[in-house]
């Protein structure tokens, strides 16, 4: 592993002009990763921190001038915020129905705070191996004690097995930085645990939709590490994994081999036209949607006018009555049924162009700004693959990780890339 190192956690000039405002940022960005899923609501106070840290900018001058590159990711930001809400407009929805959306906009304040005052990245990295474990430990209990069928959290259960595999799989990214650590054994075993114990919290939650997209997930970590590691590590690193995984598999307290071979139950019984199962449903629930967007693919239904199509649709029997009374369990279809192709477009976007901006520094000299870059890069593989089954946004869960994590990481980066050349010596 590479040696070279940047002394991040000097203060920068002109743009932190004392500690406290650092301080402060590094325990709200702790607390996002520590107590996420093991407090109620648990996601939002390191955020709220954040945003009312985020304040003092009205009277603070920041030290930075955002370039191209931040402006592009705000801009992508506010305009499916901006779309979201101007759709919810159309539609006459209550106040209520602007909460979820309008966290997007919340999120560029954040970032420009994050900005100005990184955290320190052992606070940042700690934060999420602290939140593994407590989530892992929880899910144990619960699974194994309480005789709980799937393991949750105060957040629905895909939300709690996504959200923890996605922790574990920050953890792998910021490998790169434990490695260039004074204390580098120790950082290193520390967030191998954080990413074991967040995959065991999604295992245990049973939550099948997350594992999908892991091939891309470690595709990205192999772009960022590969060449680093070598071929014969990495394929000791990935016989690893699959050991775990088939350990887990085989044991049957898990329960995770019960819910492999119930979705191949649920597809056969589907062929055979029953509807009436886990898969079945969201089989049903797309083809719902599907028939939605053939029909109104421009502009697309709005909220008020989805539900109202989707039951007209059930009570015709092309779908289930449950169906008809939910969202369509997958993100793209549910956005492009409900906002049409301007919809679709501003959530691909709040995807991909992320991914790209990260993607570019993955290959970074610097290994504590590659780690950050990497753990960027996850979060909208992840999120792409999440949404393939569920409609993350959705949900105050999904919409606060996504939304202010993009924000924390991408502003962690940039400043440090905007970092003085005589603070990254060693």
Request: glycine share 12%; with cysteine; proline share 4%.
């Given at each position: 592993?590479?040696?070279?190192?940047?002394?991040?956690?000097?203060?920068?000039?002109?743009?932190?002009?004392?500690?406290?405002?650092?301080?402060?940022?590094?325990?709200?960005?702790?607390?996002?990763?520590?107590?996420?899923?093991?407090?109620?609501?648990?996601?939002?106070?390191?955020?709220?921190?954040?945003?009312?840290?985020?304040?003092?900018?009205?009277?603070?001058?920041?030290?930075?001038?955002?370039?191209?590159?931040?402006?592009?990711?705000?801009?992508?930001?506010?305009?499916?915020?901006?779309?979201?809400?101007?759709?919810?407009?159309?539609?006459?929805?209550?106040?209520?129905?602007?909460?979820?959306?309008?966290?997007?906009?919340?999120?560029?304040?954040?970032?420009?705070?994050?900005?100005?005052?990184?955290?320190?990245?052992?606070?940042?990295?700690?934060?999420?191996?602290?939140?593994?474990?407590?989530?892992?430990?929880?899910?144990?209990?619960?699974?194994?004690?309480?005789?709980?069928?799937?393991?949750?959290?105060?957040?629905?259960?895909?939300?709690?097995?996504?959200?923890?595999?996605?922790?574990?799989?920050?953890?792998?990214?910021?490998?790169?930085?434990?490695?260039?650590?004074?204390?580098?054994?120790?950082?290193?075993?520390?967030?191998?645990?954080?990413?074991?114990?967040?995959?065991?919290?999604?295992?245990?939650?049973?939550?099948?939709?997350?594992?999908?997209?892991?091939?891309?997930?470690?595709?990205?970590?192999?772009?960022?590490?590969?060449?680093?590691l070598g071929k014969r590590l990495t394929l000791l690193a990935v016989a690893a994994l699959a050991g775990l995984g088939a350990l887990v598999y085989a044991l049957p307290q898990t329960g995770v081999q019960q819910r492999v071979q119930q979705a191949f139950v649920d597809i056969e019984r589907y062929q055979q036209g029953d509807r009436e199962s886990s898969l079945g449903y969201r089989f049903d629930m797309w083809?719902?949607?599907?028939?939605?967007?053939?029909?109104?693919?421009?502009?697309?239904?709005?909220?008020?006018?989805?539900?109202?199509?989707?039951?007209?649709?059930?009570?015709?029997?092309?779908?289930?009555?449950?169906?008809?009374?939910?969202?369509?369990?997958?993100?793209?279809?549910?956005?492009?049924?409900?906002?049409?192709?301007?919809?679709?477009?501003?959530?691909?976007?709040?995807?991909?162009?992320?991914?790209?901006?990260?993607?570019?520094?993955?290959?970074?000299?610097?290994?504590?700004?590659?780690?950050?870059?990497?753990?960027?890069?996850?979060?909208?593989?992840?999120?792409?693959?999440?949404?393939?089954?569920?409609?993350?946004?959705?949900?105050?869960?999904g919409v606060m990780v996504y939304a202010f994590w993009l924000a924390v990481l991408w502003g962690t980066m940039r400043a440090m890339e905007q970092a003085p050349a005589e603070s990254r010596k060693l």
């Amino acid at each position: 592993m590479p040696t070279e190192q940047t002394v991040y956690d000097s203060p920068r000039p002109g743009v932190l002009p004392c500690f406290s405002g650092r301080n402060y940022s590094s325990l709200a960005v702790f607390l996002m990763g520590a107590i996420a899923l093991v407090v109620d609501s648990g996601y939002t106070y390191g955020v709220v921190l954040l945003l009312l840290g985020s304040l003092s900018l009205l009277w603070r001058t920041p030290g930075f001038s955002p370039g191209g590159e931040d402006k592009l990711l705000m801009a992508v930001l506010a305009a499916y915020s901006l779309i979201f809400m101007l759709q919810l407009w159309l539609g006459a929805a209550g106040a209520s129905a602007y909460d979820r959306p309008s966290r997007f906009m919340f999120a560029v304040p954040v970032l420009l705070f994050v900005l100005s005052f990184p955290p320190r990245l052992g606070w940042l990295w700690g934060g999420l191996v602290a939140g593994s474990v407590a989530t892992a430990g929880w899910a144990v209990w619960q699974k194994l004690f309480l005789g709980i069928e799937r393991a949750t959290g105060h957040t629905y259960v895909i939300q709690f097995g996504n959200i923890s595999m996605l922790f574990g799989l920050f953890c792998l990214a910021g490998l790169g930085w434990a490695a260039v650590q004074p204390n580098a054994r120790r950082w290193i075993v520390l967030l191998l645990l954080g990413a074991v114990c967040g995959a065991l919290g999604s295992l245990l939650s049973g939550s099948r939709g997350g594992w999908v997209g892991l091939p891309f997930v470690f595709l990205v970590l192999y772009k960022a590490y590969g060449g680093v590691l070598g071929k014969r590590l990495t394929l000791l690193a990935v016989a690893a994994l699959a050991g775990l995984g088939a350990l887990v598999y085989a044991l049957p307290q898990t329960g995770v081999q019960q819910r492999v071979q119930q979705a191949f139950v649920d597809i056969e019984r589907y062929q055979q036209g029953d509807r009436e199962s886990s898969l079945g449903y969201r089989f049903d629930m797309w083809q719902g949607a599907i028939a939605l967007i053939a029909e109104r693919p421009l502009t697309g239904w709005g909220t008020e006018g989805y539900r109202e199509r989707m039951q007209e649709l059930a009570v015709q029997g092309v779908i289930t009555d449950y169906s008809a009374n939910t969202h369509a369990h997958n993100e793209y279809l549910d956005n492009f049924a409900r906002r049409g192709i301007v919809g679709l477009l501003s959530l691909l976007a709040l995807y991909l162009v992320p991914l790209k901006l990260f993607a570019r520094r993955l290959n970074s000299h610097n290994f504590e700004l590659r780690a950050v870059a990497t753990a960027g890069a996850i979060l909208p593989v992840a999120f792409m693959d999440f949404g393939l089954s569920q409609v993350f946004f959705a949900h105050n869960s999904g919409v606060m990780v996504y939304a202010f994590w993009l924000a924390v990481l991408w502003g962690t980066m940039r400043a440090m890339e905007q970092a003085p050349a005589e603070s990254r010596k060693l």
